[in-house]
């Protein structure tokens, strides 16, 4: 049980608009820390795609955007492609286990 | 271009130690933070710990009675060991850069660990 909720899978057709949410709690999210997420192609290691809640790190395209409002935050994929095909999972810090806590993952199907 | 590359054994009998290093290229580690995460075949991704390079730390709460984080920033290499493991730690384990401490910007390939008799 990951300390961080999200959707097990969302799905979608090129070129649409998916979002994938990440609810939280008062000692993490709702604390007002950030949220930070993260992409996982299928066999790689997880890359940064959205940091501090809507910042996108060099070369990440600006189809990927992030926002967190009260105590969820989301991350929107526009004009979905094939390649985006992956898992996502969000981050943040939780002040109850003075650590970080992640998302359970969600997995994208581009259809 | 920052790049991080975890190496160790792949197979570790169970009670004994898990120990692994990951080697920084392409940047100093100073003035970072240092971290290891862990993603069990087929589940999500488990914070493990980070550290400052200059040595402070901080582990998840649930493994760090097992857990010791190190560097030798001479190196470039900071280490991960975790004692008395089960099947239950059988994984691939990342480290990862965090400028911050919150969140990691660069990560290594990942190093799948079995922990089997």
């Known amino acids: 049980q990951s300390v961080l909720t999200q959707p097990p899978s969302v799905s979608g057709a090129p070129g649409q608009r998916v979002t994938i949410s990440c609810t939280g709690s008062s000692s993490n999210i709702g604390a007002g820390y950030d949220v930070h997420w993260y992409q996982q192609l299928p066999g790689t290691a997880p890359k940064l795609l959205i940091y501090?809640?809507?910042n996108r790190p060099s070369g990440v395209p600006d189809r990927f955007s992030g926002s967190k409002p009260g105590t969820s935050a989301s991350l929107a994929i526009t004009g979905l492609q094939a390649e985006d095909e992956a898992d996502y999972y969000c981050q943040s810090y939780d002040r109850s286990l003075r650590g970080w806590v992640f998302g359970g993952g969600t997995k994208l199907t581009v259809l | 271009q920052v790049q991080l590359q975890e190496s160790g054994p792949g197979l570790v009998k169970p009670s004994e130690t898990l120990s692994l290093t990951c080697t920084v290229s392409g940047g100093s580690m100073n003035s970072y933070y240092w971290s290891w995460i862990r993603q069990p075949p087929g589940k999500g991704l488990e914070w493990i710990g980070y550290m400052y390079y200059s040595g402070s730390s901080n582990y998840n709460p649930s493994l760090k009675s097992r857990v010791t984080l190190s560097a030798d920033t001479s190196k470039n290499q900071f280490s991960l060991k975790l004692s008395s493991v089960t099947a239950a730690d059988t994984a691939v384990y990342y480290c990862?850069?965090?400028?911050?401490?919150?969140?990691?910007?660069?990560w290594g390939q990942g190093t799948l660990v079995t922990v089997s008799s």
């Open positions: 501090g809640n809507s």
């Open positions: 990862a850069r965090s400028p911050s401490s919150v969140w990691a910007d660069y």
